[in-house]
DNA sequence: TCGTGTGAATCGGTTCACAGCA
DNA sequence: TGCTGTGAACCGATTCACACGA
């Protein structure tokens, strides 16, 4: 589920500190959850751990990263070459875990042919080709908001059946494909309100009805 | 609550077409949501809708907009002026929402001194500085992980109590202060998960247990 | 009549608390 | 003894379905 990355990565920090074992309560303290919740989270894996002692950090990072995919390599495609973009084809983190950037796509004639990462740009045009060529199931769109539909639809036709999507649009699909979308903007404006409720609530107006709002 | 960006998203395109009227079941399509949700989000602000006829776009957008706190200017400090750190800074969607970008910070003399989207790149030496003289609480951190926690601790005390979060690290602040975390290597990994799940499961594994596993 | 607003039912996820095993 | 694994209680959020009002 959407919490063994957080814990994937705490491991590896134990692992490199040279951990062999840890309880369910150091590393949910590391990865910032509670403790039962991160029992109950393994214990959907198997039973990994060993009564009394606790978990062997070496054995528990295999089995997330099984559970995962990531022991087996995705290839990646990144479509729009912007700074969003860049900052993606550069991130180290992708490599190191399973992920394999194998195309930048991007439709300006002045990006195309640049080298980032290693990879040189290629022309939207091409994308279908590229796509299926490099056997790419995961597309991530850096696009302008108007351009990320379109493009979403011809990754999707080309094979692509998982997306991250940065542009700020709702994107539609067929069913079978995953999109998890990333929006920087709503982000900032969940912190806006909840910087407002510490402030006083919304100005003018009673506030009674916000204690029924809201969690993370 | 977390869903009241991405309404007001749906109703600003809307008010752009010159749609001056929407039923919960519209505005929920538009939103990806379905309506019943939405009416029940609608029903915290207030009773803003009309029986038989819909919702009032403008209105509607007033009223979230004032519930978000985004009638009021945020000003916003960007910390880790790399590829990230620029996408952010010219990210044209924040301006329009009430956020000011008020500050760049950077470590690297390199990039003090550059401007960017209008903003001189100050060097974080100044950091406190800049944040108290320009009333900034909301910071965005786009440090690498080494230095994430360092950063936030003085961002902390010279008076942010909303921090947006890109290092791949959890971060500890005292209460009152609230981080939000975006972590693109994650969100990677989530949706191998399911890449991995629509090609038949973890290798070798029986999948039984997987049933019991992964919302969104 | 039509669509909002909302009790009531439901669902899923979190937390509690302890039985069971090393 | 100490910590995992898990049934059971709990809690919040989602969905259903319909009364109510424009």
Redesign the pocket.
């Known amino acids: 589920m959407a919490r063994l990355p957080v814990y994937l990565r705490a491991l590896h920090v134990l692992a490199e500190r040279g951990v062999a074992t ?4 150091e590393l949910a303290a590391a990865a910032g ?5 991160l ?2 989270d ?2 959907h894996l198997g ?9 062997e950090v070496e054995y528990l990072v295999y089995q997330i990263s099984r559970e995962l995919g990531l022991t087996q390599d995705w290839a990646v495609a990144i479509v729009g070459i912007g700074n969003l973009g860049r900052a993606l084809a550069g991130y180290g983190g992708f490599a190191s875990r399973g992920f394999r950037m194998a195309a930048l796509l991007d439709a300006e004639p002045g990006i195309v042919g640049e080298v980032i990462a290693g990879l040189t740009v290629e022309h939207i045009d091409d994308l279908e080709t590229v796509i299926k060529d490099n056997g790419i199931s995961i597309a991530v769109l850096a696009v302008p908001a108007a351009a990320a539909q379109p493009v979403c639809d011809r990754v999707v036709t080309s094979g692509v059946t998982s997306i991250l999507n940065f542009a700020p649009v709702v994107l539609s699909v067929p069913d079978g494909v995953d999109v998890r979308k990333v929006d920087l903007s709503i982000e900032l404006q969940i912190l806006a309100f909840h910087e407002q409720r510490k402030a006083g609530g919304p100005s003018g107006v009673e506030e009674e009805y916000l204690e029924a709002v ?2 993370q």
Do not use: H, P, W
């Open positions: 840890v309880s369910s309560e959850v509670n403790s039962a919740k029992r109950k393994l214990s039973s990994y751990g060993t009564r009394g002692v606790g978990y809201e969690g």
